[in-house]
């Protein structure tokens, strides 16, 4: 099983607070990816980063930020929640070399409700 | 149009059955393909790993990918309830603008029935 780690599991929360979902791994990967799943709908890239002090931004627009200080965290931040916000939120790691160099390891998810 | 593109379902299937999964692609420059399985309030885990075209198998179940037609296949044979989740297919390009990024179908609901 793939060490990547998310939390919290859930959480609800009202409008307009400060949200910070957490994301980490264990496996040294240097590429880390975000991305926002609604239910029957795939799965949408927000944001990504190659390594430490790199950060991209996906090809769903949305209002989170993220930052990369440390190789295994890699947390997504929503300054004013909002109920469009209400998703899931999945975090993702590869290795970024070898045979399966882009192989993704998922973790498990934050359900995020704004109420 | 989406860059993947996969037929939601939902499907369902008594146990035993044999399970044909689809996607479409329209960039020409992906060459990795994967199928990937999520259950439940669970992220999605890797399932099948394939480059280019060809077939690919792993117990009981095969991959296939056609580039000609731009078409990737899963088919799963013997299928067991807990078979039962969200499939989805996911591609990747090794340059352009799809570089470093994987394009996820919509993913199709299986459930096996007993």
């Known amino acids: 099983e793939a060490d990547i780690y998310q939390t919290p599991r859930y959480l609800v929360i009202g409008t307009g607070k400060k949200i910070t979902l957490e994301c980490s791994q264990t496996?040294?990967?240097?590429?880390m990816y975000w991305y926002q799943q609604d239910p029957g709908m795939e799965l949408h890239l927000i944001h990504y980063s190659y390594g430490v002090n790199s950060t991209e931004k996906g090809d769903l627009s949305s209002e989170s930020t993220v930052s990369r200080i440390r190789t295994e965290h890699f947390p997504l931040t929503l300054e004013s929640a909002r109920p469009s916000h209400t998703s899931q939120y999945l975090c993702a790691s590869s290795a970024g070399q070898g045979i399966r160099f882009n192989e993704q390891f998922f973790g498990p998810g934050t359900r995020l409700t704004v109420l | 149009q989406k860059e993947v593109e996969q037929d939601p379902g939902p499907l369902s299937v008594p146990e035993g059955a044999i399970v044909s999964l689809n996607c479409t692609y329209s960039n020409s420059a992906f060459q990795y393909f994967m199928w990937y399985r999520q259950y439940s309030r669970k992220g999605p885990e890797l399932l099948m790993y394939?480059?280019?075209?060809g077939n690919k198998e792993d117990g009981r179940f095969t991959a296939q990918v056609d580039k000609s037609s731009k078409y990737i296949s899963l088919f799963i044979r013997d299928s067991q309830p807990s078979d039962s989740a969200t499939y989805l297919c996911?591609?990747?390009?090794?340059?352009?603008?799809?570089?470093?990024?994987?394009?996820f179908g919509q993913g199709t609901i299986l459930t096996v029935h007993p």
């Open positions: 394939t480059y280019s075209s």
């Open positions: 496996m040294g990967h240097d590429k």
């Open positions: 996911a591609a990747f390009g090794a340059g352009g603008t799809s570089y470093g990024k994987l394009t």
